[in-house]
């Protein structure tokens, strides 16, 4: 038995701005913390960390949606090497505000946004179009169509 979940079906969510501005693109969601030093390729954009959910994976160019930083003070300047290398993500949403997520945002100067009013890692799936507008506090979800096969 299948059931289908509507394309084009929006979700509001509202949160805090940590970086204004306002992007839209692909969501790139993890459940797991992302480490700047030794866990991004800052040249390519892409996930590094061993046994790391994303690894491999790019998100350049998306909105990346993760739980919150972890590692190193060296977390931020990985970040901002991925602007510098034109590899940095649209815009971040993030669950756990701290110092190193708050900078690493800062220095990719994409709009980010945090303490959300429902769980952005629950809310929001890979491949979903989200619209970051952090000057108003709110996300817009679009929901990618699928079709989902239930357990017998």
């Known amino acids: 038995m299948s059931t289908d979940v509507k394309a084009n079906d929006k979700i509001i969510l509202h949160g805090r701005k940590v970086v204004g501005g306002v992007a839209e693109g692909e969501a790139l969601v993890t459940t797991d913390t992302i480490s700047g030093w030794g866990g991004i390729n800052e040249r390519e954009g892409t996930v590094i960390e061993r046994r790391h959910q994303l690894r491999g994976q790019s998100f350049a160019g998306k909105v990346l949606v993760f739980p919150g930083a972890?590692?190193?003070?060296?977390?931020?300047?990985?970040?901002?090497?991925?602007?510098?290398?034109g590899v940095n993500p649209k815009a971040m949403i993030f669950v756990k505000m701290t110092t190193k997520a708050a900078l690493g945002a800062v220095v990719t100067r994409a709009p980010a946004i945090t303490e959300l009013d429902q769980d952005p890692l629950t809310v929001i799936?890979?491949?979903?179009?989200?619209?970051?507008?952090a000057d108003n506090g709110i996300v817009e979800v679009t929901k990618r169509a699928?079709?989902?096969?239930?357990a017998e």
């Open 70 to 85: 972890k590692g190193s003070s060296g977390y931020s300047a990985y970040f901002h090497m991925t602007r510098l290398n």
């Open 125 to 133: 799936e890979t491949g979903d179009w989200v619209k970051v507008d």
């Open 146 to 150: 699928k079709t989902v096969e239930a």
